[in-house]
Nanobody, 124 residues
């Protein structure tokens, strides 16, 4: 069983930064792809970022490329999303997710386990 616990969300002014954290609680020790998705009110959940099992590979949605950075610390079982230059368009609930495989993936179907999310609000 895998439990993902996100934290770090909040309200931040446009242009500001937030760092989301995801603690991965699991029985098995095998490392998988990790990702972040987000869902804005009235919209479908969308891919944000992905990182391979060893951190060597990353992928980003075009809308966040150059502003967001995904990283992981496998010694502590944490995944992070550093978000800079935030804008109102980034307002959403952000979900941490664990993949079925080990390489970066952008499709939601490639992920098996999901956290409950953390809310990010950037007022306009």
């Amino acid at each position: 069983q895998v439990i993902l616990v996100e934290s770090g969300g909040g309200t931040v002014q446009a242009g500001g930064s937030l760092r989301l954290s995801c603690e991965v609680l699991l029985r098995a020790s095998d490392l998988k792809t990790m990702g972040w998705f987000r869902q804005a009110p009235g919209k479908e959940r969308e891919f944000v970022a992905s990182i391979s099992w060893d951190g060597a590979g990353t992928a980003y949605a075009d809308s966040v490329k150059g502003r967001f950075t995904i990283s992981r610390d496998n010694t502590k079982n944490f995944v992070y999303l550093q978000m800079n230059s935030l804008s109102p368009g980034d307002t959403a609930r952000y979900y941490c997710t664990r993949g079925r495989g080990t390489m970066v993936r952008t499709a939601e179907a490639a992920y098996a386990d999901w956290g409950s999310g953390t809310q990010v609000i950037v007022p306009s």
